[in-house]
């Protein structure tokens, strides 16, 4: 499509326009590291696939409060020995890696707490973030399509004259949610009794407020001015 020049009948004014919303997540994300070692291979897997199970049953458990539940890997490998002409393997070693996605963050910190305590558990996380389909990234389209419209009649204006036409309107970016890529809590294994553990408050966790923005370019013509 050839672009249209400006000309003394129709001069053209161009601007780009920003729609900033600073809104609450929709999602939090926990990644879980699940592993154990052992001399025998089978006894090993046998384990890990125990210590597994109780993970998921714990996810699991709490319903329709878990929008995603993946097993992102598995591995057992042995482990050799340094000493000694020939190979000897003197343990096995497996882990699976679950990532969790919940929409009720009233459960979160619970969760995390009983994660922590399993044994030979690793919990990181939260990651905080929208759906990519949340209507907060329309609406901070539309925020940047009023404030080009808005920055285009100001020029207009100030010329003494206004907008004619719409001549192209273009994403100079997708929406971007800031915030959602850093940690809030990475948490490791801490020791407790069964006792203590039983009575233990969950983690308070407080949910990463998210910055969503959206730029557009917009080009009208207007109509001439009297200068």
């Given at each position: 499509m050839t672009q249209e020049h400006a000309t003394p009948e129709a001069p053209q004014v161009t601007v780009r326009g920003t729609g900033r919303?600073?809104?609450d997540p929709e999602l939090a994300?926990?990644?879980?590291?699940?592993?154990?070692?052992?001399?025998?291979?089978s006894a090993t897997l046998a384990e890990l696939t125990r210590r597994n199970a109780?993970?998921?049953?714990l996810v699991k458990a709490l319903g329709g409060a878990v929008e995603k539940l993946e097993t992102g890997g598995f591995s057992i490998s042995p482990e050799l020995g340094k000493r000694g002409r020939g190979e000897r393997v003197r343990a096995h070693a497996g882990r699976v890696r679950l990532t969790v996605e919940l929409t009720d963050f009233t459960v979160l910190g619970d969760?995390?707490?009983?994660?922590?305590?399993?044994?030979?558990t690793r919990v990181e996380g939260p990651w905080w973030a929208l759906r990519p389909d949340s209507p907060v990234h329309a609406e901070a389209r539309r925020l940047a399509v009023t404030e080009a419209v808005r920055q285009a009649?100001?020029?207009a204006e100030a010329l003494g004259t206004s907008l004619s036409a719409l001549l192209e309107l273009s994403d100079a970016g997708s929406p971007e949610a800031m915030g959602a890529g850093h940690p809030a809590l990475h948490m490791r294994r801490v020791s407790y009794t069964a006792e203590e553990t039983e009575g233990m408050p969950p983690l308070d966790l407080e949910p990463q407020r998210q910055t969503v923005?959206?730029?557009?370019?917009?080009?009208?013509?207007m109509r001439p001015p009297a200068l």
């Open positions: 919303l600073e809104v994300r926990i990644s879980v590291t699940v592993s154990v070692r052992g001399t025998d291979r109780r993970v998921l049953d969760l995390v707490t009983r994660l922590g305590d399993l044994e030979l009649r100001a020029y923005t959206a730029e557009v370019v917009a080009r009208f013509t």
